[in-house]
């Protein structure tokens, strides 16, 4: 029987447990996550409001509840605190590091720290109950807002902002964002590009949700969709449908609306101006495209007013004590999957998913991505099977002073969940912080 331990139960943790108990009937999985809850980003990073992706949470679940398979949530690898990866990787037969990319790319522009400027990942973790995250009064005394990046992320912060409490209420979304999110004077939001509408990251579907917001009108420049010269017939078709939107939006007559999402382009940040303490807006430095698929600065600017700025402009991994790391690239080094230390393939350590590739596709490529690990590993297990590790794991967990949460665990945090929904007349309802969380997972 070979043991392997999958760091990381979102989607690439799972189809990597997936992989390996479909492929090898002697594979035992324990999928370890620092959090109680399962399913990473898809119950972390998904907006409240797009059930559909949230429904993939169904596949992993099945994942997760196969005989072979065992979830330990609360689990911390690496770091202050955490089980230090040497003595996890002598635990058990191979490790699988699948822990993401837990950080966001910064601007690097003046006045990036002032209070009201924030990562959208840090807005996302808010309202998407994750146990970290703190309300810090995002939207307190907010009138307009600038969302820096226009990728799907940036799409969803956008959406979230200009969202009514009637939309909100049947989501999963925890009752005090959503009353933060109905109690808002926000009235407008700039969603800002560097490059032009063909260069934009969102997908088409995500894209068009906006023009369907009740109460909510979307303006485009036209002069900016000018400036991008680009022949439409020529762009992968994902790309010209967006541009085709774009375009129909901007040709739209005015009309009256309580909100406003504004979508600008060719605009790159350069200082986030203070006003009051806080940030009052955002000086853009208008650009033009370099025709080498790039732009190049112009020397006016133009100031935004917002006294809440969210950058969106893509994820970035972080070191985990105790493994190699990447700086350049925020990944994890290795070959076909196999971690490499000083070049060499270290025997039993692996990697899938952000942290191995970095932060990009969609879902669905932690698929191929977790198969190539897989393989690796399965060719590796003659190898790795003689060594000795303990019968159960979680033995040695407990006596390094972890007590992990079990699968009942995490059913309870779910029924809890549930019932306050019930209480509040909502469907379900997240618990967002780690002691009621906690007290969930260990009712009987």
Known sequence: MLRVAVVGSGPSGCYTAQGLVQRDPGVHVDVLDRLPCPYGLVRYGVAPDHEKIKSLQNSLRSVLEHERVRFLGGVRVGGPGGLPVERLRELYHAVVYCVGAATDRRLGVPGEELPGSWSATEFVSWYSAHPDAADAGFLRGVRSAVVIGVGNVAVDVARMLV???AELRPTDIPQAAL???AASGLTEVHMVGRRGPAQARFTTKELRELGGLPGTEVTVDKAELALDTTDAGTLPAGQRRNVEVLRGWATQPSAAAARRIRLRFFLRPVELLEAGGRVGAVRFERTVPDDQGGVTGTGRYEDVPAQLVLRSVGYRGVPLAGLPFDPANGTIPHHEGRVLRDGEPSPGEYVAGWIKRGPTGV???????????????????????????PADPVAALRAAGVEP???????GIERAEAELGVRLGRSVVKLSDWDTLLAAARLP
């Open 179 to 181: 009353d933060t999110l």
């Open 163 to 165: 969202r009514g409490a």
């Open 405 to 411: 949460v079990p699968w009942n665990g995490w059913l």
């Open 363 to 389: 879902i669905g490529t932690n698929r191929p991505c977790a198969k190539e690990t897989v393989t690796s590993l399965l060719a590796d297990a003659p190898a790795l099977g003689r060594a000795e590790v």
